[in-house]
Nanobody
Framework: VQLQASGGGLVQAGDSLRLSCAAS????????IGWFRQAPGREREFVGS????????YYAGFMKDRFTISRDNAKNTAYLQMNSLKPEDTAVYYC?????????????WGQGTLVTVSS
């Protein structure tokens, strides 16, 4: 599966932004999708994930209900809705995929989209 993240940009603190992760292929629902981010000078960190059927989501603790992950399998697209953005949310955001139920690492990665939050 090939992934392409989009929707990043420059926003102000408090704004909302929705990122998209478009996937190729016709078996999108077989893959769980994870979102990650990497801020300048920092290691990549896990944001959250969604199961292949969209019925289960998991979020990193720091998100504190500001972020929501969803997917539309008919459109082969997953989303990361980000609300009440803060300057510390500035990062390159990546989506990744792995076969649903796999316990291994995410094996498929998109190219990332830059989100910049100004104060």
């Amino acid at each position: 599966v090939q992934l392409q993240a989009s929707g990043g940009g420059l926003v102000q603190a408090g704004d909302s932004l929705r990122l998209s992760c478009a996937a190729s292929g016709r078996t999108f629902s077989r893959y769980g999708i994870g979102w990650f981010r990497q801020a300048p000078g920092r290691e990549r960190e896990f944001v959250g994930s969604i199961s292949g059927d969209g019925g289960s989501t998991y979020y990193a603790g720091f998100m504190k209900d500001r972020f929501t992950i969803s997917r539309d399998n008919a459109k082969n697209t997953a989303y990361l809705q980000m609300n009440s953005l803060k300057p510390e949310d500035t990062a390159v955001y990546y989506c990744a995929a792995k076969v649903q139920g796999s316990t291994g690492q995410y094996g498929y990665w998109g190219q990332g989209t830059l989100v910049t939050v100004s104060s």
